[in-house]
């Protein structure tokens, strides 16, 4: 073989290791958010879309995809059948799952689950049509509600309510529909029911292609048996829907909430947790433009509200290197 040839062949060679070993580095992550209509499908691709951006810029090979699922419970649940590694869920769940609680008590405690950070508040949003002329929750009793689809963290926050109440959906509701995120606001100005519960952030398009399409108005939720579900548990918050938010919304809505957080399994790869982590903190006002959900969102707050659960290995690493925990 001549020369040339050889140092061709080299050089071949060395092409065909490197595209092996770049491939071999290659990691992937998957996150698992809820129905298409509210915020979390949305914030998996903004969490993806800078997470995907920051290969170059951080050294890192990890490809980031988001799946529609059905919500927080089933995600908390798929993360403990080791089908999902990261996936966002309401706080309240996380709680419930990583000790073994209300709608986890069959599943037992997962305690693998791992804190990344927070996002938007999870508003509790009651959608009426205009013509039952209601203006809070109580006004609801005996009516066609859909309460979100059966295994969602939506279904599972309004039983948890309604059993602070000594009810349940069945026998508060003339009936409860159990419609997923993209079919709700559509049945609610075709008339097939009469109102929508929906645990998402501020501005979502279920809400907002309700009140935009159709005669409709979201309600209050505040009364004292409210006010003694947030003083009981820490993880709700009262939540205020400014006037002007939806059309048709003159006045502002006072109702309540819950943050919206990124979880991982405790066997999540240390490297990937710790690039997307950093791909969103090092970004952060990049991240809170994509979209008006994350209008109130601090980094500060994001490190620590809602968190039930250790920190995953990743995210900790990541914090205590910016000085976000000590």
């Known amino acids: 073989m001549s020369k040339l040839l050889k140092l061709a062949f080299a050089a071949g060679t060395a092409a065909v290791m490197a595209s092996g070993t770049a491939a071999a580095e290659r990691k992937f992550v998957n996150i698992g958010t809820a129905g298409i209509g509210g915020g979390y499908y949305p914030t998996g691709g903004f969490i993806c879309n800078v997470l995907n951006k920051s290969r170059k810029t951080q050294g890192h090979n990890v490809r980031c995809t988001v799946e529609s699922t059905g919500g927080s419970v089933a995600n908390l649940r798929s993360i403990q059948a080791g089908e999902m590694d990261v996936a966002i869920a309401q706080a309240d769940w996380l709680y419930h799952s990583y000790n073994g609680s209300s709608k986890f008590e069959e599943n037992g405690a997962n305690q693998d689950l791992r804190f990344l950070f927070s996002l938007h508040l999870d508003t509790a949003h009651l959608v009426a049509k205009g013509e039952l002329g209601v203006s ?15 295994g969602s963290g939506q279904e599972a926050t309004m039983g948890f309510a309604l059993s602070r ?162």
Request: charged share 20%; proline share 3%; hydrophobic share 40%.
């Open 136 to 150: 809070d929750f109580a006004g609801l009793k005996g009516k066609i509600v859909n309460v979100g689809n059966a």
């Open 165 to 326: 109440y000594g009810t349940d959906a069945e026998a508060y509701f003339g009936q409860a529909t159990r419609l997923t995120s993209r079919e709700q606001a559509q049945a609610l100005c075709d008339g097939k029911i009469d109102a929508f519960f929906y645990t998402t952030g501020v501005t979502a398009s279920s809400i907002t292609e309700a009140t935009n399409t159709c005669d409709s108005t979201v309600l209050n939720w505040n009364d004292a048996t409210i006010d003694a579900m947030i003083a009981e548990f820490p993880y709700y918050g009262k939540s205020i829907i400014p006037a002007g938010t939806y059309r048709g919304q003159d006045e502002e809505r006072v109702t309540w909430g819950l943050p919206a957080t990124l979880v991982a399994s405790a066997d999540a790869d240390e490297e990937v947790i710790y690039n997307l982590v950093k791909s969103v903190f090092d970004n952060f006002e990049d991240f809170k433009a994509q979209s008006t959900l994350y209008v109130a969102v601090t980094r500060e707050g994001a490190v620590a509200n809602g968190r039930s659960v250790p920190f995953h290995p990743g995210a900790e690493r990541y914090f205590r290197e910016v000085g976000l925990i000590k």
